[in-house]
Nanobody, 123 residues
Framework: QVQVSESGGGLVQAGGSLRLSCVIG????????MGWFRQAPGKEREFVAA????????YYGDSVKGRFTSSRDNAKKSVYLQMNSLKPEDTAIYYC????????????????WGQGTQVTVSS
């Protein structure tokens, strides 16, 4: 069974920074591609970032390019989302997701999801 767990959310002022962490718990030793998504109240889930375990490629959604950076630690089976220059419109629940397939930019590309962590940016 695969478990995905996010942490690091909280309340921050506009212009501030937060770092989210995500760890994947599984015992098979398989490699997973990871993704970050977010969902604000009344809005659809939005792609934030995607990482591959096999290479160094990382993809970002247009709304976060230049402000957010995602990285991974394969040994710890963890990925991180460094969020800088936060804006009130970044307020959302942030989800980490995993897949054994190639990383993608759609929710349907991922089979395993965490429960989410709330990020609130005050103006």
């Amino acid at each position: 069974q695969v478990q995905v767990s996010e942490s690091g959310g909280g309340l921050v002022q506009a212009g501030g920074s937060l770092r989210l962490s995500c760890v994947i718990g599984e015992r098979t030793g398989q490699s997973y591609a990871m993704g970050w998504f977010r969902q604000a109240p009344g809005k659809e889930r939005e792609f934030v970032a995607a990482l591959s375990w096999k290479d160094d490629k990382t993809y970002y959604g247009d709304s976060v390019k230049g402000r957010f950076t995602s990285s991974r630690d394969n040994a710890k089976k963890s990925v991180y989302l460094q969020m800088n220059s936060l804006k009130p419109e970044d307020t959302a629940i942030y989800y980490c997701a995993a897949t054994l397939r190639r990383s993608g930019t759609y929710s349907r590309d991922y089979a395993y999801w965490g429960q989410g962590t709330q990020v609130t940016v005050s103006s």
